[in-house]
Nanobody
Framework: DVQLVESGGGLVQPGGSLKLSCAASGFTFSNCGMAWNRQAPGKERELVATISKDGTAAYADSVKGRFTISRDNPRSILFLQINDLKTDDTAMYYC???????????????WGQGTQVTVS
């Protein structure tokens, strides 16, 4: 079975740091683009960072310079380093995999259950 299990969230003071992890299993991690999304209460889900299978990263303007996405393909783990946390970063953070699938033009997406980050 496909699993994406996030960890590393918590309660942090403004200006603090966290490193989120997402452990993947049940699919070929190295073949997939990966992403971190977040959703704050009452707001729409927001894409914050992506990383291609070869390690090319991209970020939402709201997190550039503070968030760093990375991946460890041999261990099938996705990371998100978050520095200089702000109260607006409070949200549930989800990792997602976007995987090519034979016969499916848009491939297959997998999602984790999320890890809560609270900045207060």
């Amino acid at each position: 079975d496909v699993q994406l299990v996030e960890s590393g969230g918590g309660l942090v003071q403004p200006g603090g740091s966290l490193k989120l992890s997402c452990a993947a299993s049940g699919f070929t991690f190295s073949n997939c683009g990966m992403a971190w999304n977040r959703q704050a209460p009452g707001k729409e889900r927001e894409l914050v960072a992506t990383i291609s299978k070869d390690g090319t990263a991209a970020y939402a303007d709201s997190v550039k310079g503070r968030f760093t996405i990375s991946r460890d393909n041999p261990r099938s783990i996705l990371f998100l380093q978050i520095n200089d946390l702000k109260t607006d970063d409070t949200a549930m953070y989800y990792c997602a995999a976007m995987c090519p699938t034979p016969g499916k033009l848009l491939g297959t997406d997998y999602w984790g259950q999320g890890t809560q980050v609270t900045v207060s």
